[in-house]
């Protein structure tokens, strides 16, 4: 048996293990922290006899105390449920109208719009609700078929060209490459961009603003700002939804982009978007 080595400065037995000839030190551990680390494993063992805690085939150890974190979330979930009824019904029963009223019922309101905003609408119309090509922006005040909170529900309740929903929203844009020739068309572009800037070349203006008169003044009306009880957009603003500059407004003239919005008032029902459409116009642009 080898003789146990001392450390000539500390005399401290060293533990046999060496480094470049430097030996460690056999210190043993404080009792203090021994003991401390001996009452965690009796504290862990204790915890998983009493908590649900050892995985099985089919499950886990259930605990001696019966307590189950999932059990206790649903109870903190129906607590939460039951205190945000007390609002829902109260939106359920009141009128759009009645609810902005009520500055309490509006922030509910506002704030689970804003929720059910996230879930189902950004997709298209962006987290900001600043939309994008082919969808509108809706902070802005350019509403097609009204910003007013009613006019608002309506659109989200019955949606855009949605085939599903008989009381849809609906307009449609002719084709009109099918009737007028391309020079007219490229006319009729100059004249709609100098409604609010510069055309490529003004000479096309002139012409271009008889061949609105005589085709797109019906629904766009004579002074292009549009009808929004038709759905048909303002043209004398700078706000454009499927296109802009010359080249743009001359394909959209000649084979027109139509979007469609889902009726949501199915799948969400009335108080989901009562709240939608109070949020929606909360953003600034409603009316």
């Not at 969808?135 to 910003?147: E, Q, S």
């Not at 012409?207 to 303002?234: L, V, W, Y």
Request: charged share 20%; hydrophobic share 40%.
């Amino acid at each position: 048996m080898s003789e146990k080595h001392i450390d000539d400065i500390s005399g401290v037995e060293t533990t046999g293990h060496e480094w470049d000839g430097i030996r460690e030190l056999n210190n043993p551990m404080p009792r203090w922290w021994v003991w401390t680390f001996y009452a965690t494993i009796l504290w862990g063992i204790a915890y998983t006899i009493a908590f649900p805690a050892w995985p099985l085939i089919s499950g886990s150890t259930q605990g001696l105390l019966g307590w189950h974190s999932r059990a206790e979330f649903v109870a903190e979930s129906a607590d939460a449920k039951a205190a945000q009824n007390v609002y829902l019904d109260k939106i359920a029963s009141s009128s759009l109208e009645e609810i902005q009223a009520n500055s309490e019922l509006m922030q509910f309101a506002v704030a689970g719009g804003a929720a059910a905003f996230k879930i189902n609408c950004i997709q298209c119309h962006g987290s900001g609700a600043e939309g994008g090509n082919g969808y509108p922006n809706l902070n802005d005040d350019d509403w097609l078929w009204g910003g007013k909170v009613g006019d608002i529900q309506t659109t989200i309740t019955h949606g855009i060209r949605f085939t599903e929903d008989s009381d849809t929203r609906l307009s449609e844009m002719p084709a009109f490459g099918e009737m007028l020739k391309n020079d007219e068309i490229r006319e009729v572009a100059a004249y709609v961009v100098s409604l609010n800037g510069t055309p490529h070349d003004a000479s096309l203006v002139a012409p271009g603003a008889q061949i609105f008169a005589d085709n797109c003044a019906s629904c766009h009306g004579e002074d292009a700002k549009g009808n929004r009880d038709m759905g048909a957009p303002n043209l004398a603003d700078s706000i454009w939804l499927k296109s802009h500059g010359e080249d743009g407004v001359a394909a959209q003239v000649r084979l027109p982009k139509h979007g469609v919005m889902p009726a949501w008032g199915a799948r969400l029902g009335d108080t989901t978007v009562k709240q939608l459409t109070l949020f929606v116009h909360s953003l600034g642009g409603g009316e």
